[in-house]
């Protein structure tokens, strides 16, 4: 092995050949991109369908090879006969079909996560590339078998060495979206990231342990190994905000993968953005299982006997509603087990049926066809009978009900008898009020057991007749070319049409709240309620979860601190594996300790064993006489902290994380701390920056859940405690606000504050 530096040149044409290959395959889709679409629409209808499915084709592969730009080679795999194989973002081969390059999800390229120096098998060495653009900018070897001449040789060169890869990136500043962790997964992360899909899998790990890139990299790893079936069926990715999904937006693209729809539980249902926040008590109770059970309440309150039943003429004849009719229309229709809309048509058939008997009855001769048609359309038409069938089964909305049962306590009690009157007070507000976040799994169930509106299943019979017509065109495309009995089917003609591909699917997917998908990806999952796991469950029958959380961080009073309570309830037992991350990769030592002793004494279950760095101004203590002086206090240490890890090229995020109370104060005060920490032109760069992406921000406990920032002025956190709804989410909202930076923790409080919650 020669030097240091012409080992980077060696790499250097190594990655080279690769970014060469990629550049070609680039160009020889987008050249046949462009002459799929020089063809313009003319030619048969086969012609045109086929074209089009090429050229969504063609443009799902340009957006795929342009998303692995950035590190596209990261490492290297020697083995013991000498060969050497790259690992990479994507597959390659050259022209010849000769390997070049390896997807870091196949199986030969385990060995680079999961080789040590006791199990290592044939591999020698492993080593990390680092690159700037298309540069090669640094290497560093790990040799896994200690009896190996390339032991010596790579202390020679200078390439020898231990987590020098993942120091570095984790020291490199923030820049307000998550980067994958492809070239640095860990072992213990790889085992995970590789398990089985046909089984939840529960990743329980302290702050910074990885579990967000852990579950994102498996996703990435599922669609890989199981293509065929996830490219049909979706993954869905379900955050704790949009922030969150912002913040994450890049990694599955990054890893090769663009077809996830991610959402936030607010936003699972199409058409509804739920922006509003009940208070923790509300979320707490509409987070209930039983809710489902006053969600049915509601609904088979609508199935009844009304109390008075009109007395038609019908051709001159007296036609009665007779409850015993109504009794027996309504377990017609339930008996279909269809949703309340739809069985409605059963029950409304049921009573015209019954009250053209009625009219029948009344008749001393038999009536011809005619006048039976004729009798019927008038009952149909009758505004007195059409009212009493209203009344009798109601066709609804979900938003309506939900609207009437919360707006009306004494529905409120009835649907809900385990409410006290605390409760009812509660959950009570105005008619018309807006969707919120904890009313959306209600939604949802309500949705569930009511089926399509009239005017939306209207619509729905009008797209199946469509979609019925599309595949008898497909059938008779093929029957025409003599094709369509062997390996190429109609509705395989059907998907080419529609686009059978993953970024095809997720739109599909986003659009349709019955969609069910092939595996679901939950972040902070120890926040959802039974209510929220509810809607979730029913969105994925196969039971294929990764989900990922920390019972300690749990700020919803509905969430979950105990994996085996919630999950054994929602898979059974023995049917889910917990795994769990111990080690802090994020934050420094001093931080990881001193939010860990805090957590432990508050009662919190900590699994964090130990964070890989030590920092010894790690952590900073600044005490003000009283709350006059705290806001000027808390933002001259953000000003100053941003000097230090705010850069002008985007890089860099600090937070000020204070109690609700303090928000506005701090927000109004920033925009003149930063101007006269970093002057005007500075200062006014970063104000204007979008709220979400901002590199100087002041935030809450709850906005923050997920992210990370290089520094972070904690204010008051005392305060924070006290406005708190229980005493476990006030430590646990303090434990997630103290481990949020990557660098520096600056606490910034009053000497009473202090005094009060000692830190």
């Not at 048509?345 to 005619?370: C, G, H, N, W």
């Amino acid at each position: 092995m020669s030097s240091y530096a012409s080992q980077i040149e060696e790499e250097q044409r190594a990655v080279s050949r690769a970014y060469e290959r990629l550049d070609a395959l680039r160009a020889e889709a987008r050249s046949r991109l462009d002459a799929v679409r020089a063809a313009g629409s003319h030619g048969s209808p086969t012609q045109r369908t086929e074209r089009d499915s090429f050229a969504t084709m063609y443009e799902d592969r340009l957006t795929q090879l342009r998303a692995v730009e950035d590190r596209l080679v990261f490492g290297r795999l020697d083995a013991a006969d000498g060969s050497k194989r790259y690992i990479g973002r994507i597959g390659l081969s050259d022209a010849g079909h000769v390997p070049m390059l390896t997807d870091w999800r196949a199986e030969a390229a385990r060995p680079f996560y999961e080789a040590t120096p006791s199990h290592h098998g044939d591999i020698v060495m492993r080593r990390h590339i680092t690159l700037s653009f298309r540069d090669v900018v640094a290497l560093e070897d790990e040799v896994l078998d200690v009896h190996s001449d390339q032991v010596g040789e790579a202390s020679r060169s200078g390439t020898l060495t231990g987590e020098g890869a993942l120091l570095a990136s984790l020291s490199s500043r923030r820049t307000g979206k998550m980067t994958d962790i492809v070239a640095t997964i860990q072992a213990e992360q790889d085992h995970i990231i590789r398990a089985a899909m046909d089984r939840a899998v529960v990743v329980q790990g302290g702050p910074g342990t990885g579990k967000t890139a852990v579950a994102l990299h498996r996703a990435a790893y599922l669609l890989y190994t199981h293509r065929r079936t996830l490219e049909r069926s979706g993954v869905l990715v379900v955050g704790p905000s949009s922030a969150f999904l912002r913040y994450i937006d890049q990694v599955l693209p990054s890893l090769g993968e663009t077809g996830v729809v991610s959402r936030t539980v607010g936003d699972l249902i199409p058409g509804v953005s739920a922006t509003t926040a009940d208070t923790p008590r509300a979320a707490q109770l509409k987070g209930d299982r039983r809710m489902a059970d006053a969600i049915r309440n509601a609904v088979a309150a609508r199935e009844r006997v009304p109390a008075d039943l009109p007395v038609v003429q019908v051709n001159g004849v007296t036609v009665p509603m007779l409850a015993v009719d109504v009794e027996h229309a309504i377990s017609d229709a339930r008996r279909t087990r269809q949703p309340h809309n739809k069985a409605r048509e059963t029950f409304v058939k049921s009573m015209i049926t019954a009250m053209r008997i009625r009219y029948e009855e009344q008749l001393d001769y038999t009536p011809d066809q005619d006048e039976v048609n004729r009798a019927v359309s008038l009952l149909r038409m009758n505004d007195k009978v059409r009212v009493a069938l209203n009344l009798a089964w109601l066709p609804m909305t979900g938003p309506w009900l939900i609207d009437d049962m919360f707006s009306k306590p004494a529905k409120l009690r009835r649907f809900a008898p385990w409410l006290d009157d605390a409760d009812v007070a509660e959950l009570t507000r105005p008619k018309g009020s807006p969707i919120t976040r904890s009313d959306v799994p209600l939604l949802d169930e309500a949705l569930e057991l009511l089926g399509d509106d009239p005017k939306v299943a209207s619509r729905r019979r009008r797209e199946e007749a469509a979609q019925a017509e599309q595949l008898q065109f497909a059938k008779d495309t093929l029957a025409q070319n003599g094709i369509g009995t062997g390996l190429v089917t109609s509705q395989m003609l059907i998907d080419q049409i529609n686009g059978d591909d993953a970024e095809a699917t997720a739109q599909r997917a986003g659009r349709d709240r019955e969609w069910t998908y092939g595996h679901i990806v939950v972040d902070e999952a120890q926040e959802l309620t039974a209510m929220d796991w509810r809607m979730l469950m029913r969105r994925c029958p196969s039971r294929s979860f990764t989900i990922v959380g920390d019972v300690a961080q749990t700020s919803a009073l509905g969430g979950t601190r105990s994996w085996p309570k919630t999950m054994n309830r929602l898979f059974g037992r023995g049917r889910w594996d917990l795994n769990e991350l111990t080690i802090d990769y994020r934050n420094p030592q001093e931080v990881s300790d001193l939010a860990g002793r805090f957590a432990e004494a508050q009662g919190l279950y900590i699994s964090t064993v130990h964070a890989v760095r030590r920092m010894p101004d790690a952590v900073t203590r600044r005490t003000v006489d009283g709350p006059d002086g705290l806001v000027a206090a808390a933002l001259d240490e953000a000003g100053a902290l941003a000097r230090e890890f705010v850069a002008s090229d985007g890089t860099g995020r600090v937070a000020v994380i204070a109690p609700g109370s303090l928000l506005g104060r701090l927000r109004r005060a920033l925009p003149d701390a930063l101007r006269a920490a970093l002057g005007e032109d500075e200062s006014r760069r970063i104000t204007g920056q979008d709220p979400w992406d901002r590199q100087v921000d002041v935030c809450d406990t709850e906005t923050v859940k997920g992210l990370e920032y290089d520094a972070v002025v904690l204010v008051e956190p005392g305060l924070i405690d006290q406005e708190a709804p229980s005493r476990l989410v006030a430590a646990a909202d303090l434990y997630v606000a103290m481990t949020r930076p990557t660098q520096r923790l600056a606490i910034v409080r009053t000497a009473m504050d202090e005094k009060d919650l000692g830190l």
